[in-house]
């Protein structure tokens, strides 16, 4: 079992930053990739982004790209995602999950570990 925290959130203005955090534990072994993921009130949830175990090839969606870095520190177990130029329409909760079923990294429905989620507002 993997277990997965998030810390990082807040609220910020538009243009400003954050930087999440997702701590891993437990059984990793086997993860092929991480993601961020989020979900607006009344909206489905979303990939943001997805990094692939070993390649650390990263993957992101069309909304963030060029605003938004995911990031690992393999020694420490634990995921980042820098958000830079923050719009409204970024607020959510952002949840950091872990995918050992493969398929597309940026689909939620490939994972079967999340975290309990974290707030990310942002006021125009």
């Known amino acids: 079992q993997v277990q997965l925290v998030e810390s990082g959130g807040g609220s910020v203005q538009a243009g400003g930053s954050l930087r999440l955090s997702c701590s891993a534990s437990g059984y990793t072994y086997g993860t092929i990739c991480m993601g961020w993921f989020r979900q607006a009130p009344g909206k489905s949830r979303q990939g943001v982004a997805a990094?692939?175990?070993?390649?650390?090839?990263?993957y992101y969606a069309d909304s963030v790209k060029g605003r938004f870095t995911i990031s690992r520190d393999d020694a420490e177990n634990t995921l980042y995602l820098q958000m830079n130029s923050l719009k409204p329409e970024d607020t959510a909760m952002y949840y950091c999950?872990?995918?050992?079923?493969?398929?597309?990294?940026?689909?939620?429905?490939?994972?079967?570990?999340w975290g309990q989620g974290t707030q990310v507002t942002v006021s125009s």
């Open positions: 990094i692939v175990s070993g390649s650390g090839v990263t």
């Open positions: 999950a872990a995918n050992s079923r493969g398929g597309n990294c940026l689909n939620p429905r490939n994972y079967n570990h």
